[in-house]
Every structure is written in structure tokens, then in C-alpha cells.
């Protein structure tokens, strides 16, 4: 059971490059977001999903795009980096269950754009 | 607008002592509550969580306490151990929100053997 899978767990980009950061479960969980965590932030929000074919905006979803073609992935897309998308992005899922649940998350990709 | 703020950034406590991280909220539509840890280099690991009609909830070493009315929770570690030295991330979420997670800057937890 690997849980939730990140790659890549490192990324250095240019400025205007794009790239997708993959995110894959293996628990069947409904619930899919992206959060980002910048020094004295905390995580915030990207974008999240419901289920397959069901996405949302969180609270910062400028710059990027998301699908949920399938229950198990969930990538996130950036369209044209910037330096302020410098970031430790984290992917997480959570069961359908009680709200009190957590969310299980990811190792983290490490994004740096130069 | 911080609508989950936790107001220490940094605790250090003695090995076999109370730890006490606390984490208040100003969106009174929040109606569950969460505590994350973490480690570098990891992703945030679910501790223990809270309904806003409980005021307590306990496992094992780690008690979250919940006042409504003043809109604050605090996490209690007992006894603390080494090993607990990490991030604690406070989260906020409410029924109907898709389980949109709103979370606090963090508190980074040191105990000293």
C-alpha cells in the first residue's frame, strides 16, 4: 500500500517553462487537493476534486490547472512558471467518511523557478 | 485575512513535560478541527481531530481541547518525548466545503532530552 505518490520530488524550471507534477493514490479515496506551503504560511489550497471528473478552485489557483480523470490520479499543472510559484507542493486524499478524517498527504515536490 | 493563526512560532519543552500548542480561528462556520504533524523533508502526518460540539478528544499521548467561545483550540502532548519534535500544523475545515482544508502557519515543537 503506497499511499500517496508524488513525482517528481525535486524540479528546477525556467521562468515560462510549464511542467506537471503527477500525484497518484492507492486507497480508492474520493477527495483529491493540492496544497502549497511557503515559510510562515502554512499549506494553502490549490485546487481540489470530489471525484473523477470533478474539479474546484481553492485559494490560490492562479497559474495552474488540474484534472481527475480517474479516481487514482490527479496531476497539477503549471502553465508558465514563475518565481513566485517557488514552492514544496504537497498532494493529499481523504475517504468520503466523517469530516473528521484526515487527509492523507504526499512526500512533497520541491519546486524552485529560476 | 488568517483565518486559522497560530500565534508561536517555535516551543521548546523538557522530555516528560506538558507540550501545549495552541491555534486559534476567527471564521466561526469552521465546525472541525485538526492537528498535522510534521517532519522535514516529509508530508504532514494526521495527528487527531475535533468537532466543534465536543469541547475534548483524546489519543493516548495527544488531547485537543476545543472553546468555542473564544474561537481557540490547544493541543496537549503527554508526556513529551524526543521524538515529537516536529512542525504542528493546526487545519480548519466545515461540513459542506468539500473538506477544504484551511490551515495555520505552524508551530515548531522542540523537546530536549
Known amino acids: 500500500n503506497a499511499g500517496v505518490t508524488q513525482t517528481p520530488k525535486f524540479q528546477v524550471l525556467k521562468t515560462g517553462q510549464s511542467m506537471t507534477l503527477q500525484c497518484a493514490q492507492d486507497m480508492n479515496h474520493e477527495y483529491m487537493s493540492w496544497y502549497r506551503q511557503d515559510p510562515g504560511m502554512g499549506l494553502r489550497l490549490i485546487h481540489y476534486?470530489?471525484?473523477?471528473?470533478?474539479?474546484d478552485q481553492g485559494e490560490v489557483p492562479n497559474g495552474y490547472n488540474v484534472s481527475r480523470s480517474t479516481t487514482e490520479d490527479f496531476p497539477l499543472r503549471l502553465l508558465s512558471a514563475a518565481p513566485s510559484q517557488t514552492s514544496v507542493y504537497f498532494c493529499?486524499?481523504?475517504?468520503?467518511?466523517?469530516?473528521?478524517?484526515?487527509?492523507?498527504f504526499g512526500s512533497g515536490t520541491r519546486l524552485t523557478v529560476v | 485575512d488568517q483565518q486559522v493563526k497560530q500565534n508561536s512560532p517555535s516551543l521548546s519543552v523538557q522530555e516528560g513535560r506538558i507540550s501545549i500548542l495552541n491555534c486559534d480561528y476567527t471564521?466561526?462556520?469552521?465546525?472541525?478541527f485538526l492537528w498535522y504533524k510534521k517532519y522535514p523533508a516529509e508530508g504532514p502526518t494526521f495527528l487527531i481531530s475535533?468537532?466543534?460540539?465536543?469541547d475534548k478528544n483524546e489519543d493516548g499521548r495527544f488531547t485537543v481541547f476545543l472553546n468555542k467561545s473564544a474561537k481557540h483550540l490547544s493541543l496537549h502532548i503527554v508526556p513529551s518525548q524526543p521524538g515529537d519534535s516536529a512542525v504542528y500544523f493546526c487545519a480548519a475545515t466545515r461540513t459542506g466545503s468539500a473538506r477544504q482544508l484551511t490551515f495555520g502557519s505552524g508551530t515548531q515543537l522542540t523537546v530536549l532530552p
Open positions: 471564521n466561526s462556520m469552521f465546525d472541525y
Open positions: 476534486s470530489v471525484g473523477a471528473g470533478i474539479t
Open positions: 475535533i468537532s466543534s460540539i465536543k
Open positions: 493529499a486524499s481523504s475517504t468520503g467518511g466523517g469530516m473528521g478524517d484526515g487527509y492523507t
